[in-house]
Nanobody
Framework: QVQLVESGGGLVQPGGSLRLSCVSS????????MGWYRQAPGKQRELVAI???????NYADSVKGRFTISGDNAQNTVYLQMNSLKPEDTAVYYC??????????????WGKGTLVTVSS
């Protein structure tokens, strides 16, 4: 079992920035991949960004150039830096982890989520 705790959500104006954090109870260096997903009201959960233990990253087209995912092994924490936020970024953001194998098959554990609201 892995516990994931997200933080950093809140209300921000369009064009603003937020940094989300996800602290893992397991050493993230031993985890195949960690990622951020989001779910807006009435929509399915979607991938936002992924980082693998090899340092490879992948982003949704809608956030490329605006969001950056990074990891701090010493702190067992993964971050999502979100810049130039848009109202359509409003969603609950979830941290997920894939312990072994390919994350395309689905994540193994999830956090409870943190709400991001982009509005003037």
């Amino acid at each position: 079992q892995v516990q994931l705790v997200e933080s950093g959500g809140g209300l921000v104006q369009p064009g603003g920035s937020l940094r989300l954090s996800c602290v893992s109870s397991r050493n993230i260096a031993s985890i195949a991949a960690m990622g951020w997903y989001r779910q807006a009201p009435g929509k399915q959960r979607e991938l936002v960004a992924i980082i693998t233990n090899g340092g490879n990253t992948n982003y949704a087209d809608s956030v490329k150039g605006r969001f950056t995912i990074s990891g701090d092994n010493a702190q067992n924490t993964v971050y999502l830096q979100m810049n130039s936020l848009k109202p359509e970024d409003t969603a609950v953001y979830y941290c997920g982890t894939k312990i072994y194998g390919d994350y395309h098959g689905g994540m193994d554990f999830w956090g409870k989520g943190t709400l991001v609201t982009v509005s003037s």
